[in-house]
């Protein structure tokens, strides 16, 4: 049996930042956070491939309270192309792009 990754378009143009990493529409009326979020594909490997498409932040230099090297960008994965790919800085809840869906992740900047 072949296995399709499931891909989710984004009915909103950018994600809640309030609670947990989850991006959730219910709580975007109630977000305070003035940051503004761009659409950006996600490139793993060498030569670099698509594995997915986010929406990244980018003037958050953190990430669960946890700051951001200077080479890494916070964003949240929107769309998944490549579901077994691996994430660069995988995690307990996740370690794979297919897993990071409708999350905030840290992604090398010149990946994006």
Not at 47 to 69: D, E, M, Q
Not at 90 to 106: D, H, Q, W, Y
Request: net charge negative; aromatic share 8%; with cysteine.
């Amino acid at each position: 049996m072949k296995y399709f990754p499931r891909v989710v378009v984004p009915t909103r143009g950018r994600a809640s930042t309030k609670g947990s990493c989850a991006a959730s529409d219910e709580e975007e009326e109630e977000d305070t956070n003035t940051d503004t979020a761009y659409r950006c594909k996600l490139f793993l490997g060498d030569p670099p491939r698509l594995v997915a498409i986010g929406r990244v932040f980018p003037t958050s230099s953190t990430l669960h309270t946890v700051p951001l090297a200077d080479d890494f960008g916070r964003l949240v994965v929107e769309e998944v192309r490549q579901a077994d790919a691996k994430v660069p800085m995988p995690t307990s809840e996740f370690r794979l792009v297919g897993e990071a869906l409708g999350t905030f992740i840290a992604w090398p900047t010149h990946l994006l």
